[in-house]
């Protein structure tokens, strides 16, 4: 089940060349296949490059990144929950300086491509994130910004920016002014709000050039032996195949609206409960242009490198060339009986 | 990595697992775990669960083994318990730092609490090769909560047992016991894996004598291998500063004075003051 | 595992007598206990009677009907999903009159207590199911009202009611015209909004004497094999375990803002993901004085009986003398650490 | 009911379990069906799966047993063609209403599609101990997907087979060959259990017979027993009138004449307009 079918080019003489082209363009920058890592789920690279070599991917995603070193929280920062987890690590990270002194250019030394996860406390510790990233020397690695607008773990009174439209578009103009202009930038949603779309809508006028979906669900486990909040943060990020149908939702109705011209169409990453390239493709099929593995890796770390290779299988079954036939393909194909 | 139970049998309060799985054998070192999935192909349970590696047989019958000792208490170690011979497992080993061992032949008090025991007699063996002397003190809450008594007598040179209940050996705990062995024996090292508060009094009682703590610890973990960042706990490094570390790649074997201990409180763990990047008053 | 521990007076010279009562008084009406059903996940009551005593429970809770008879949507209309499903049923019924000749007379006829479930396409379609709700024979049977204003497959023009305050509260004043001062009346809520507080302060200042949560959440689900979205009606409501967490943490944060003060306090009824005693329990410990039993049911038919003697067990080991004790005690057990 | 696999075994493409489970086999008739849980204690797939009961026995060795015949298409279908002797397995059963039966022994047909066919041998001693005769068809896409051929030459006074891929039998489907059947027997009843496909054609070709078809329909159910309303169709009753019916427990044997067959399309069914309660233009 773990052992990686070898990809790239096949044995000569071998069986018939059906390779479906897998390379997808996201903003202006072009990556040989559309699976990636999930910011937080898969440390800086090292660790993961242990099972398979992380730039096998289309693009890695790292932990998001703060201004200062973070501890995160105290523990318990987990609860497993059916089909998925509970976490509150709280943006535990080195802080940027160390990130682009260590672990960006060990990405960059593995020929990883590299989509950064950044955050801030306020939207202009986002923008001095940007920056001392956007001067570093292994920049050239990056493939674009992740701006965590959504994490559901900073308690940072509570708000968490992708909840309100003019927060959320105020960090992405500001991080935009700090990154070169041909810098891919992704705005990273939160499932949280009544209205993504609104949300998707704001940040794309404020000069995000896609957006990420979805970051976790706000919830919360009670220990029924101790009977109190099981994680020390009391509230925390739920994710895992228990919310992908949440994500495909979500993927789906901002794909929907870009659709309808509700606003300027970019490219969307899907995110949220992918473990199969079955799942990847569900997210696909819904909108998403690249797809991100969260959790999944978690119990599996080979997950990321599996998903693409079921993904590519999968892709060659429905008879495409290339995998962005299927981009979005579920809109197109609904049956009105 | 696809592994097969060949063997699975009671032991006391505990389901002793022997699984094959291929090239784990020659790698593992005592201390080391072992990240289990569970509930099969249909499970709602993603998260693999961590087991000390009791011991290892590189060339077996069936090819290198890996043995386990279970203690049930939820859903994934039943799930585990239950297996029979010839169900597939997955597994994830070696994982984490093994214990440090020794350059020189020294004295070693080995302490195990409950199934914490389990990867205490492998590390026995490797210690007296090496010219050491082990003795063990095995303690739990009950006697059948005890693993290895048996093993533990042809694995040492000396065996203290104790159980909170007198069930078995000394009623008490193993810290009652310890000042007596480390004087007895003049140990420099004390190696221990059990719950937190016997880690923490292991510690204390090596310090008042002289010795030093290697203690594996057990928090937990969702991914086992580094990169959730769920099983961290305050540790000092040799400089004196605090950091949060993951337990699973920095551990799950610390030196005991390196931990933070007074930060555990009741089944939670808090970020000290004075660690790095602790949160700020009124900050994150 | 399904057979059902003998219920109520314990043989003479048995076991010692440690009998946890299990009451609760919601709104003024006291329930002998505080298990029921959740609305559509047990149709009218004669289904699951077949495979246990349905007045044995708190109470029953009834599917949702509206005014007229309502066919629902085509098929599929559901999908599973990681521990949990995805439903579009389209509320289908009899209509309130046939409901009111029918079902209820015969969940009477039973000696349940009921809690009906109303809805409209508008609000005042709301109040006039309530009225002749209120105006019927069996009316007596009838414990509360519950309105659902937050079922997200009513594909009217997209709206949920529950997901802005003014229409949440619009309906609810409208309903409490139509029903007797005395008859309690729970909101039940979607947990699909920015912030759930802030539409449980509206629906009790409008006059709900307590709040249901939390509705379904809205996802989707698409068919890898045929690329198109799996559910006649696109999207659909996802219920089970894997949503649990969300209700915990709404019951939390509407419990937390009450003891606040932010508003008036009134009784939660608990419901998503419960499956077991222990699920029960920490939606208990979060702040619900009654539980509901939705998609469990459907995987074994007994669930919500066995749901209340697994409830009661854990309360004994709880070694509590009345069940209320427990309710919001998650809220007092915090170990700040 | 907790029940207990006792055998199970490889027929073709399907998987035959023999399932103790006391007090169903008394009460089950031909027709109705059993509803398992999935996947034990850790599993993510909380929905029951429907099989046709495919025979009882009422005392067995074991007490009374169920039989039944899966395909494996998805992780429940899997997870149970994977069980062996002595797992158990969480049955619902039994469900749903059986084939009504000819008050007067007539001539019958009884067409199977795939693992369609398994109730109907069940069926046929049944109907020929009433002094019906009883002819079948059986029809699959390949030979692997037929289901008991040889029981069925036990079990009828005739019988026809048609494959798809022409593996056995007649190439083509089950209504190429049945009004030649039709014709033979002068059936008065058909019964029929299969893809919708298939039911639609025998009622029709039923219907061109002068004979009633009784089919027993395939829809998603979540829960089996009439509390989820997923598993509803478009029937009319005996007034005329079309109403959204459950097929788990209205159905799954309805009068093929009475089911609303244009509704169906390419795997979606939609509500009739002049269905009781159906969408109104602007509406629902
Ligand atoms: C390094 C290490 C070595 C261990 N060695 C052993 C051993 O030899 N024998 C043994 O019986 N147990 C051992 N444990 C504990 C064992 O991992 C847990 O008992 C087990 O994960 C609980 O799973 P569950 O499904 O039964 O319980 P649940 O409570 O349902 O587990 C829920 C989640 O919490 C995690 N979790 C819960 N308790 C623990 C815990 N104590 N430690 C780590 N994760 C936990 C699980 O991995 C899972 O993700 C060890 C733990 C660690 C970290
Ligand atoms: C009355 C009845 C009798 C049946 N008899 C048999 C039989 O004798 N042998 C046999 O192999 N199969 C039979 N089926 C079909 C069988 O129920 C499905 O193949 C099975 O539920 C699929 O489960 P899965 O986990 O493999 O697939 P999945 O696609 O993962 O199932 C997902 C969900 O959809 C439901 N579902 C999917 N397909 C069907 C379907 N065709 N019918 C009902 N529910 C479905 C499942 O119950 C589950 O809830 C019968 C179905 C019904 C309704
Ligand atoms: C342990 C953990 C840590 C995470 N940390 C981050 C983070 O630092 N930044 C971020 O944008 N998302 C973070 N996420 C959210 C994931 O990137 C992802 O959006 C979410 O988990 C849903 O995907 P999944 O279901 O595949 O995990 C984290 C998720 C988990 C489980
Ligand atoms: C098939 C199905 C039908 C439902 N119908 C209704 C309904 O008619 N009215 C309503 O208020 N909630 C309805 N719900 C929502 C449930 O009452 C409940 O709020 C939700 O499913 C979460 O609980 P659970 O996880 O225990 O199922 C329905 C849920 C399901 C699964
Ligand atoms: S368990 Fe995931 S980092 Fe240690
Ligand atoms: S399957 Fe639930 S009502 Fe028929």
Redesign the pocket.
């Known amino acids: 089940m773990r052992r990686a079918r070898r990809r790239g080019r096949r044995p000569e003489g071998g069986w018939p060349l059906m390779t479906v082209d897998l390379s997808v363009t996201l903003s202006g920058r072009t990556l040989p296949n559309p699976v990636m890592t999930a910011s937080g789920c898969a440390a800086n690279g090292r660790e993961l490059h242990r099972f398979f070599d992380v730039s096998q991917l289309g693009a890695f995603v790292t932990k998001t990144v703060m201004m200062d070193p973070r501890s995160g929280r105290g523990t318990p920062r987990?609860?497993?929950t059916a089909s998925g987890?509970l976490n509150s690590i709280g943006l535990q990270g080195p802080g940027i300086h160390a990130f682009v002194e260590q672990d960006l250019p060990w990405l960059k030394s593995v020929g990883a491509r590299v989509l950064v996860s950044i955050a801030g406390n306020t939207a202009g510790e986002f923008a001095d994130v940007a920056k001392v990233l956007a001067d570093s020397d292994a920049f050239d690695c990056v493939v674009g910004v992740e701006v965590n607008i959504s994490c559901p773990n900073v308690a940072n009174r509570g708000l968490v920016f992708a909840c309100d439209p003019l927060s959320s578009a105020k960090v992405i103009a500001l991080v935009r002014e700090q990154l070169p202009r041909d810098v891919p930038m992704f705005a990273k949603l939160t499932p949280d709000v009544t209205d993504i779309v609104t949300i998707a809508d704001a940040a794309v006028k404020a000069g995000a050039t896609g957006l990420t979906m979805i970051n976790t669900l706000l919830g919360m486990v009670i220990d029924t032996d101790r009977l109190r909040p099981h994680l020390g943060g009391i509230t925390g990020g739920l994710s895992g195949p228990s919310i992908r149908p949440v994500a495909v939702r979500a993927l789906w109705q901002v794909t929907a609206a870009m659709r309808d011209g509700r606003f300027q169409t970019v490219p969307l990453i899907g995110v949220g409960g992918v473990r199969s390239g079955r799942d990847a493709l569900e997210l696909i099929a819904a909108g998403a242009s690249a797809v991100q593995v969260g959790t999944a890796t978690f119990n599996d770390p080979t997950a990321p490198q599996r998903v693409l290779t079921e993904l590519e299988a999968l892709a060659e079954s429905h008879g495409v060339a290339r995998l962005t036939e299927l981009v979005g393909v579920a809109h197109e194909k609904m049956v009105i009986p | 990595m696809q592994g097969e139970v060949i063997a699975t049998r009671r032991v006391g309060a505990?389901h002793h697992l022997t699984i094959v799985a291929p090239g784990v054998a020659e790698l593992a070192r005592p201390g080391q775990?072992a990240a289990l999935a569970?509930g099969g192909p249909t499970t709602g349970?993603l998260?693999?669960?961590?087991?000390?590696?009791?011991k290892v047989s590189p060339s077996g019958t069936y090819g290198g083994t890996l043995d386990?000792?279970?203690?049930?208490?939820?859903?994934?170690?039943?799930?585990?318990a239950a297996l029979r011979a010839h169900d597939a497992v997955d597994v994830v080993a070696p994982?984490?730092r093994p214990f440090p061992l020794p350059t020189e032949p020294v004295a070693t008090v080995l302490v195990g609490g409950g199934?914490?025991s389990?990867?205490l007699f492998w590390l026995a063996d490797v210690l007296r090769e090496r010219g050491c002397t082990v003795e063990m003190v095995l303690g739990a809450a009950s006697e059948d909560r005890l693993f290895g008594v048996v093993e533990a007598r042809r694995a040492a040179d000396g065996v203290t047992v104790t159980t909170d209940d007198g069930s078995a050996g000394h009623k008490g705990w193993v810290s009652d016991v310890l000042p007596e062995v480390f004087e007895r024996t003049g140990a420099a090292v004390a190696y221990a894996?059990g719950p937190m508060g016997m880690l923490q009094s292991v510690t204390r009682v090596a310090g008042e004598h002289g010795a030093v703590a290697q203690v594996?610890?057990?928090?937990?973990?969702?991914c086992?291998v580094g990169v959730c960042m769920t099983?961290v706990m305050p540790v000092r490094d040799k400089a004196g500063v605090t950091k949060m570390v993951r337990?699973?790649v920095e551990?799950?074997v610390f030196r005991g004075d390196r931990i933070r201990w007074e930060a555990f409180h009741d089944g939670v763990c808090g970020v000290p003051a004075d660690a790095v990047g602790a949160p700020r008053v009124g900050g994150h």
């Open positions: 987990m609860a497993e987890m | 505990y775990f569970v349970n998260l693999r669960r961590s087991f000390s590696i009791h386990l000792v279970i203690a049930a208490k939820g859903p994934g170690t039943e799930w585990l994982l984490g199934y914490g389990a990867p894996c594996a610890v057990e928090e937990a973990m969702a086992g099983c337990s699973c551990g799950p």
